[in-house]
């Protein structure tokens, strides 16, 4: 199956993914820009969490346009 035709079969889905992706990117950037005023280890906590996010989205994305649902 063309993948195009997935995506656009699946593009509710696949944007909400995307949208945590996007919150998360975004999220991330403002702690590393202001990593000099937070604490270290909230630092380190927020990048941390913020990565794993990231992560099982774009697992999540992938095993949505491989596999998909029944809708």
């Not at 593009?11 to 937070?38: D, E, G, P, Q």
């Not at 999540?60 to 596999?67: D, I, K, M, N, P």
């Amino acid at each position: 199956m063309d993948l195009w035709y997935m995506i656009k079969e699946r593009y509710v889905l696949l944007s909400v993914f995307l949208i945590i992706i996007f919150v998360s990117l975004l999220l991330l950037l403002a702690t590393w820009k202001m990593r000099s005023n937070i604490p270290k280890r909230l630092t380190a906590i927020t990048t941390t969490i913020c990565f794993i996010i990231i992560l099982v989205s774009i697992l999540a994305l992938v095993f949505a346009v491989s596999f998909g649902y029944n809708a």
